[in-house]
């Protein structure tokens, strides 16, 4: 049986993956998560253009999007389609998009849409959203601008392990690949899936782990 003696450090992240996540991984193209509510910050964010003119023309596209996430640079140990580092060296999580936790991202014009930046890949960065809000329109900010913005809080692999259970279900990385099975699994009220994936387990690992480079 599944043992379940979690700290309250682990409850929160837990608590945190579920509150930030969107509520579909698919969405319109206007935001695959929850629409931030506006701010003065957010000058040149998708979110704020409303009845504009030129709105389609501001929004990155799904195809986009994927090419964007593809370009930023891969978390050392973890699956590339789920995690990745923004130009600040922020992890960040696919499924947190639009909100505004700690690996939370937008899709960020690199030259503001409203300095004439164009909405096409190569203008286009993930950007953990603190760091975009506050970034807002300003042109030519180097890294260390946009460290000075961002969320000063580094995240071990046990902790993005548990954010990873929470949002996917699961764990995909070299090391560790398990499955958050259902109650009537366990009860064996319901049939096992076939496939050979270990159950995840909570607490996972007893030593402490070294937190993720930045």
Avoid at 53 to 73: H, P, S, V, Y
């Amino acid at each position: 049986m599944m043992k379940l003696e979690t700290s309250f450090a682990d409850h929160f992240v837990i608590w945190f993956a579920f509150a930030m996540a969107p509520e579909a991984d698919g969405a319109a193209d206007s935001g695959l998560g929850t629409i931030p509510v506006p701010s003065p910050e957010m000058a040149d964010t998708p979110f704020l253009d409303g009845p504009r003119k030129g709105k389609k023309d501001r929004l990155f596209g799904n195809k986009m999007r994927d090419e964007c996430w593809a370009q930023a640079d891969v978390v050392t140990g973890r699956h590339p389609e789920r995690w990745r580092k923004d130009v600040a060296g922020n992890v960040v999580c696919r499924k947190l998009l639009a909100c505004m936790g700690c690996m939370c991202y937008e899709y960020d014009h690199i030259v503001p849409f409203s300095k004439g930046g164009r909405t096409e890949v190569t203008n286009c960065q993930i950007l953990q959203t603190r760091a975009n809000r506050q970034k807002s329109n300003t042109e030519d900010l180097g890294v260390h601008d946009i460290k000075q913005f961002s969320c000063s809080l580094p995240f071990s692999d046990r902790e993005l392990d548990l954010v990873e259970m929470a949002v996917y279900g699961d764990v995909v990385r070299p090391g560790l690949q398990c499955r958050i099975r259902s109650f009537s699994e366990h009860a064996g009220l319901t049939p096992r899936r076939k496939e050979n994936v270990p159950a995840c387990e909570l607490p996972h690992g007893a030593r402490t782990e070294a937190t993720v480079e930045r």
